[in-house]
């Protein structure tokens, strides 16, 4: 697949509209197209080449019923945390807050515990279902702590475990170049914790349906990169989010500092490909997206015209959307640029056709981008 763009909603430049108004549709049978207006000021982002971060200043982790009765190990860099540990199952027993301790690893006798909230507690505002929360002393020390609980807890039920700590100096960026992907791909993540060294890292994927599967780590030093194999089965429901998760330990002043964090991607089966694209007048300013269907599917296309001001100047003009039911093979779909708009943006020849981008609409997905700018109305061109 030639692309990896974002699109959320309707639009990927919805912002860029030049004012909010009643989309004008038109259909034909399972035909439909529509068109809205950019302003010819708007810096337009190509999505494929944007790389999305997400930063994390927690770390989480499982542990089961007999290892908080035993006691976990967790590794803090700061005095003030904020710790939630949530049952994996509804069925399993509620953790009683009053029962968790929590010290230091050379200090056990000593409580470094400052506020307990209860699973209810939790419930009742909202934030979190089955999970109880601790937080720890401003006047303490940074460091190894040990949780467990007095609670009797069966052997084998799971509990997540997730340490915050809010305004940490130690944030590990972790980031994905595009969002949108066909099984095809190669998803490539990288990820930094600046500061630590001796940095190690695991990672998964995690499918729509749970399932997980292990992700390559390469690197060294503060800098890793996370390579996920290509994906024969696209799990149900089609096109659903997909969860890169990423999990580091590293040193600083003989310090342990773990870090997690995760990024959601889309995923669908490459269903179509874009094979050219080509512009006209005929009947109005228009453009013919061809496609190479691998199956029977309704298909959309979108794409962003361009037009010539009276300086000169190539500025965006509208984007056109349209779609149709599609048979397995060679086929067509014919994008229209609305004549208003084109009057009111006060452009002409020469034009350009931008970002072409191919969607599955029963797969909900992106499947394919053209790649190149078509031109139409050059001088000169025959």
């Known amino acids: 697949m030639k692309k990896q763009v974002l699109t959320l909603g309707f639009s990927l430049i919805a912002s860029a509209m030049a004012s909010a108004q009643v989309l004008d549709t038109q259909t034909s049978n399972d035909y439909l197209n529509f068109s809205f207006p950019i302003a010819a000021n708007a810096t337009l ?39 939630l540990v949530a049952q994996g199952a509804k069925e399993q027993a509620q953790l009683d807050s009053g029962l968790l301790q929590l010290a230091h690893v050379n200090n056990p006798a000593a409580s470094v515990i400052a506020n307990r ?48 700590e809010k305004n940490s100096k130690h944030n590990l960026a972790l980031n994905i170049k595009g969002q949108q992907f066909t099984a095809e791909d190669r998803v490539v993540a990288s990820a930094t914790l600046p500061g630590a060294s001796a940095l190690k890292a695991s990672a998964e994927l995690v499918a729509p349906n749970g399932e997980t599967t292990p992700v390559n780590v390469m690197g060294s030093g503060d800098n890793l990169m996370f390579s996920v194999a290509d994906v ?138 053209l790649g190149k700018t078509v031109s139409f109305g050059v001088k000169g061109e025959m």
């Open 232 to 369: 024969n089965a696209i799990q149900s429901p089609i096109n659903g989010l997909y969860e890169l998760r990423v999990h580091t330990t590293g040193e600083q002043n003989g310090e342990t500092v773990r870090r997690s964090a995760k990024v959601a991607f889309g995923l669908s089966r490459n269903s179509a490909d874009l094979t050219s694209a080509s512009m006209s007048e005929n009947n109005g300013l228009s453009a013919t997206i061809n496609i190479l269907a691998k199956e029977a599917s309704r298909y959309e296309v979108r794409a962003t015209l361009y037009g010539t001001n009276a300086r000169g100047q190539m500025v965006p003009v509208m984007e056109t959307h349209a779609a149709q039911n599609t048979t397995a093979g060679a086929d067509s779909i014919k994008l229209p640029f609305d004549a208003a708009i084109l009057a009111n943006a006060k452009v002409n020849a020469p034009y350009e056709l931008r970002d072409v981008r191919l969607f599955d609409q029963k797969q909900l997905g992106l499947i394919d981008e």
């Open 45 to 83: 982002e190509v999505q494929s080449e944007k790389l999305h971060e997400v930063k994390s200043n927690e770390y989480w982790f499982k542990a089961t019923g007999a290892e908080l009765n035993k006691g976990v190990l967790l590794n803090t860099t700061q005095a003030k945390v904020a710790i």
């Open 117 to 164: 909230v209860s699973a209810d507690e939790l419930a009742q505002v909202g934030l979190f279902a089955n999970t109880i929360a601790l937080t720890t002393r401003q006047d303490g020390d940074a460091g190894a702590l040990m949780l467990k609980t007095e609670q009797e807890l069966d052997a084998n039920s799971l509990y997540v475990i997730t340490v915050k």
